[in-house]
């Protein structure tokens, strides 16, 4: 039953959420990237890499990681033996993610690329995290959640790193 409602949806929720990336964020980071870096002088250098991002190069970061998490979910389609620390930590780092594109919006006071998926799939998200804390505990949580967050972090990096030199 699991599977039905949170593992196979992971994936489609990732896309969503990823298509509303991919279709403004260049067009709104050259609109609104100077501004920003007027605003979040600490942020300088990443607001600069995401306004050289063209939407083939975060096209190409996207489908990296949806090929990284159709691997985990077929991983935990086949029960592999630390499925459930894997799926959960992918989970978790993309409901941070959600998270994250909310703050950004209450920090600009507006719409930043990825932000209505974000309100839309916060539902999804909060209801995964509930289940996962129904079998794990507070520790093991918040360390799904730590390397969850490490590995997009590091993935990220080189999905933009490829996405840049493919296109």
Same mark, same amino acid.
């Given at each position: ?10 994936? %489609?929720? +990732?896309?969503? =959420? $990823? /298509? $509303?990336? #991919?279709? #403004?964020? =260049?067009?709104? !980071? ?20 995401? *306004? ?8 190409? *970061? *996207?489908?990296? $990681? ?9 991983? /935990?389609?086949?029960?592999?033996? %630390?499925?459930? &620390? ?7 780092? %993309?409901? +941070? ?17 990825? @932000?209505?998926?974000? @309100?839309?799939?916060?539902?999804? *998200? ?6 996962? &804390? ?5 520790? $093991?949580? @918040?360390?799904?959640? /730590?390397?969850?967050?490490? %590995? ?11 996405? !840049?030199?493919?296109?």
């Amino acid at each position: 039953m699991i599977y039905l409602i949170l593992v196979l949806p992971f994936p %489609f929720a +990732f896309v969503i =959420h $990823e /298509v $509303e990336e #991919v279709v #403004v964020q =260049h067009r709104w !980071m050259q609109a609104h990237g100077e501004a920003l870096a007027e605003k979040f002088p600490r942020f300088r250098a990443i607001i600069e890499h995401l *306004a050289r991002l063209d939407t083939k190069a975060f096209s190409i *970061a *996207a489908l990296e $990681e949806l090929v990284a998490l159709l691997l985990i979910t077929a991983y /935990v389609l086949v029960q592999g033996r %630390f499925a459930l &620390w894997v799926w959960s930590a992918a989970f978790m780092a %993309f409901s +941070f993610h959600l998270l994250v594109h909310i703050g950004q919006g209450i920090a600009v006071r507006g719409y930043v690329p990825g @932000l209505a998926t974000s @309100l839309m799939l916060l539902p999804f *998200a909060a209801y995964g995290v509930w289940s996962i &804390w129904l079998v794990m505990g507070g520790v $093991e949580m @918040l360390s799904c959640l /730590v390397a969850g967050v490490v %590995f997009m972090a590091i993935n990220l990096r080189f999905a933009h790193w490829l996405g !840049m030199r493919l296109s």
